[in-house]
């Protein structure tokens, strides 16, 4: 591993040098004991990330309480497009900040540690929880529009984007490769359970008081910060840029800290693995979009069966997804580690493949069902099976990356994957009116769209090689191919 003193431009070593079927990616101190490590350190990366799911949702049904309740109260058609109004323009001023911020506090985590960044947004979501609160409670001097103004305080910490990102993160930090893939799904899980949880709770909590679930979700915020503070460790060193250390000023710290940022990005553009694994998750955030309210809407027009009926669809879908990250997924890549002997690269490979194939299959069983319940509710099994792609894919490329980049690599990813929820929504909402408008099947089309993103992302996977990679793109064990 490179000097953690060493400054960070064009030139520096982004990549490991010698991945080992055994040895752990990140640093010789935990390659003793990194299963000790792991085992101890699993119960609060669990609770932890269960509490920031939790977190994050109820701060995300409690902002909205509000304006549900006003939704129920009043049914006029100009108050139900206010309100349709405010919700979409609140995610959007909200999700802004982050979009912009994000690649730069995932610079700052792998320089000053994880745990200050993580703390810098949490700070940011309670400050946004915050200001939504104050314009509930004082709807008499303010508007309801003012609730755009919270996105601002986004720009403390990015947000719920950098959150995320920073927990996984400090789970790569821990694990071993042969172990990342299962504690990827350790955090996946816990958000899943948390969501299938607090979903209807918050629903329940709204029928007695709508402030109710709005304090509690506050509650748990101020619990998770608390709860960093507190239980989480620092595992990263902080790497101090040598440039930086000596610039006199303020602003020529934070310009070097900002061509750290530039540095990174030239690197992308020059790593051939990279630069063909992450558009894809664009790509997968993007097809994953028809799978939500598109699929309730196709199966209420082909099958002549209501929303709240087709709704069962996406439980069904829930249902197998947390199998899949309980069971299926640990147990996949468990077998190909201890039966078939394959190399940590070579196994995430292998899982993401699987995973992008159950989801090309069921996107096609979508778009060919027609109006088969069969068929369609086949096309839903295979899509749950595949939306477990993240966390291969994201382990592939934590096995590639020296582990004081992972910061600014996983809030890349971050982006890329909002940045496809973004597109994708309105994108697939007009190939859908479009299908319509065609008839017969192709009433399916958006299924058919999200088939061909996947299809792409199989191609992308199949053809790179990480493992080759490593070697040539650092010009071997005493090249420097990035200089």
Not at 16 to 22: E, Y
Not at 124 to 142: A, E, H, K, P
Not at 183 to 211: E, R
Not at 326 to 347: D, M, N, R, Y
């Amino acid at each position: 591993m490179a000097d953690d003193t060493a400054s960070t431009d064009e030139t520096t070593r982004l990549l490991n040098t010698r991945p080992s079927p055994t040895s752990h990616p990140h640093s010789n101190n935990h390659k003793s004991s990194g299963g000790k490590n792991v085992i101890a350190i699993t119960p609060w990366r669990i609770i932890l990330s269960a509490a920031a799911a939790a977190v994050l949702l109820m701060l995300n049904i409690g902002s909205d309480m509000q304006l549900q309740q006003q939704q129920q109260r009043c049914s006029v058609d100009a108050v139900q497009s206010e309100v349709a109004y405010i919700n979409g323009w609140k995610d959007s001023f909200e999700f802004l900040p982050a979009m912009l911020l994000v690649l730069p506090y995932g610079v700052l985590t792998d320089r000053i540690g994880r745990k200050p960044v993580l703390l810098l947004a949490i700070v940011g979501c309670i400050l946004n929880n915050v200001w939504i609160r104050v314009v509930y409670w004082f709807s008499d001097v303010f508007p309801l529009r003012a609730v755009w103004f919270g996105g601002l305080w986004q720009v403390i910490g990015a947000g719920t984007v950098t959150f995320s990102s920073v927990f996984y993160v400090l789970v790569a930090d821990v694990c071993p490769a042969e172990q990342r893939i299962v504690a990827f799904a350790h955090l996946q899980t816990a958000a899943l359970f948390s969501k299938l949880v607090f979903v209807p709770t918050g629903g329940a909590m709204l029928a007695v008081n709508p402030w109710l679930p709005m304090f509690i979700s506050s509650v748990f915020l101020l619990a998770g910060l608390c709860a960093t503070v507190l239980f989480v460790p620092e595992l990263c060193h902080p790497h101090h840029d040598r440039h930086a250390s000596k610039a006199g000023s303020l602003g020529r710290r934070i310009r070097a800290h900002m061509a750290s940022s530039g540095a990174f990005v030239r690197w992308l553009a020059k790593n051939r693995s990279v630069v063909l694994l992450m558009p894809c998750f664009f790509l997968i955030s993007l097809g994953e979009q028809s799978n939500g309210t598109l699929l309730l809407q196709y199966a209420s027009k082909q099958l002549g069966w209501s929303l709240a009926d087709a709704s069962y669809l996406l439980s069904l879908a829930a249902g197998v997804h947390l199998f899949d990250l309980i069971i299926l997924v640990p147990t996949i890549s468990t077998f190909l580690i201890q039966q078939l002997h394959l190399h940590e690269a070579a196994k995430d490979k292998r899982v993401a493949q699987l995973c992008v194939s159950f989801l090309v299959g069921g996107s096609m069983a979508l778009f060919l069902g027609g109006t088969s319940s069969t068929w369609i509710m086949l096309g839903q099994l295979l899509m749950a099976l595949g939306l477990a792609i993240a966390i291969p894919g994201r382990s592939m490329l934590t096995g590639i990356v020296e582990p004081r980049h992972l910061g600014a690599l996983y809030t890349s990813v971050s982006v890329l994957t909002y940045g496809g929820i973004l597109v994708g929504g309105p994108l697939l909402a007009n190939v859908f009116h479009w299908g319509m408008s065609l008839g017969d099947f192709w009433i399916g089309l958006p299924f058919f769209v999200s088939a061909g993103c996947f299809a792409v992302t199989l191609v992308v996977i199949s053809v790179a090689d990480v493992a080759g990679d490593v070697a040539s793109d650092i010009g071997g064990p005493e090249g420097d191919g990035l200089a």
